[in-house]
């Protein structure tokens, strides 16, 4: 898993920067503007409506099609996996023509403090943008479908088309029309789906029309899949009640929000996402065979990896939050203001980044046992501890306020999954992941003073930008030195097995030269 799992990351930093650039490029356009927040809500409403259905097909489509593949071979798993395909357009086709006759009515729920030319403009944007889930409800089987041949690397690189034909859609857009911003974002998805066809082709799979709406393993699909879209539901309305309050907020607060989340989600995509994509087939297969040892290994050293890597990555985003904002978007149409409130935002997200980590592992862990309402009913609870926290922060905080409730109800649904998963599959070695959690915080926390007093030492002498590369660099390296020396098991492991390839390779050598 870990080999698989580095070299995701790896496609996954390259795919990232490039995601970074698209931001960039997009803030240095349009800025935090009332234009953007148009743009954002178009991405929003079909990404809503469908997303959710997608995100329960991909989550449903690895446990069930393992287990279709291990009964009954190859041709009834590309069988169902033809059938589903043709069903979903269906459902798609049904979507979009519902999205364009209400496109007013839904676009005022998602934006109520919408109005006027910015109303206008978003109206256009959804009309066109809703189109690209056509792409999207077959990519989701299709690198599904990848994963679970063990090709990890094709749905790693999905982010470089898209984040290409966005990028060059929005310089188009400045020298020719604005509605191009939209029908890029459609063409970027379609992008994608042409990455993936040949090599899903490669795995021996060929289309067929076939459509059969009562073949019981699409019913079974629905039972699965029907708790996950309750269950993405919820989060959904989560982002839609964030966005409401802050369309009436700020004017570019919308923008603001989706700025600071895209940093968050830059740690989640760089390591939660690469390690649960490769997790969540293996652990599915353990559960299809009925390996609940290997089931419990896998997500206990899941979860210590994560701990590793995003709890000093939670710390140094606290510290630097409005610098890392700075550094990323200050430039162009981002004025100061905006950096300030994406600043504020990122902070308070920066508290639950760890808890979103955990809780899409633990998530996959319910899956793969093919247990979807467990996650459904967490997602609800946490939903409304957010909507809650979000009434009463957002008059203290403002922005700032939406961003902390959603941390506080991650951390909570998070620590709720935690206990319900015991409980399920009994002891994962929860207390060897506490003692590494508490000597991982330790070390961050240490890390932060250091970069944190290397970053105040370098801008009195250079520009500030450079200063906070440098000093992320020099906590990066102390916190690399302070794990080693806390003798954390998983970075114990991983010298280990480092060592034993260099002395492998290393005797290796000596019997070449001494033949």
Known sequence: MK????????????????????????????????TTDAYLISQTIPGVIFGLIGIAIGTGFIPLYSRILNEYGHFEANK???NLSNALMLLTSLVVATVLLFTQQIVRIFASGFSGETLELAIRFTRISVFGIYFTAIINIFASF????????????????????????????????????????????????????????????????????????????????????????????????????????????????????????FVQGLFVASISTVLYPMISKMAAEDNMNGLKSSISEAISVINLLVIPATIG??????????????????????????????????????????????????????????????????????MILNIILSKYLGIGGLALATSIAAIVGT?????????????????????????????????????????????????????????????ALAYAILIYFMRIPEVDRSIQAMKKKVRVRVGARREEQES
Do not use: W
């Open 80 to 82: 169902y996996a033809n």
């Open 317 to 386: 985003a606290m510290i630097f939050s409005k610098e890392i904002v700075t550094l990323l978007f200050g430039r162009g149409a981002f004025t100061p203001e905006a950096i300030d409130m994406t600043g504020g935002a990122l902070f308070y997200y920066s508290i639950g980044m760890i808890a979103f980590g955990l809780r899409d592992i633990l998530s996959r862990a319910f899956y793969a046992l093919q247990d979807t309402k467990t996650p459904m009913i967490n997602a609800t609870i946490a939903v409304v501890i957010n």
């Open 415 to 475: 620590l709720l999954l935690f206990i319900t998963l015991r409980r399920k599959i009994g002891g994962f070695g929860l207390k060897e992941i506490t003692k590494s959690f508490i000597k991982i915080c330790i070390a961050s926390v240490l890390m932060g003073f250091i970069a944190l007093g290397s970053f105040n030492f370098f801008r009195q002498n250079i520009r500030e930008n450079l200063a906070l590369i440098l000093a992320i660099g020099i906590g």
């Open 146 to 265: 990848l994963q679970i041949h063990k090709n990890y690397i094709i749905p790693a690189l999905l982010g470089f088309p898209m984040n290409l034909v966005i990028i060059a859609s929005l310089f188009i857009s400045i020298k020719t029309n604005i509605y191009v911003i939209a029908i890029g974002s459609v063409l970027a998805t379609a992008s994608q789906l042409l990455l993936l066809i040949p090599f899903v082709r490669k795995t021996g799979y060929r289309y067929q029309p076939i459509l059969n709406l009562k073949d019981e393993h699409i019913k079974t699909m629905v039972i699965i899949a029907l708790p996950v879209i309750a269950g993405q539901s919820v989060n959904q309305i989560n982002v839609l009640v964030d966005r409401t309050l802050a369309s009436g907020i700020a004017v570019g607060g919308i923008s603001a929000l989706n700025y600071a989340n895209r940093l968050n989600g």
């Open 3 to 34: 080999k698989a799992a580095l070299l995701v990351m790896t496609i996954t930093i390259l795919s990232k920067i490039l995601g970074f650039a698209r931001e960039v490029v997009l803030s240095y356009t349009y800025g935090a503007s009332a």
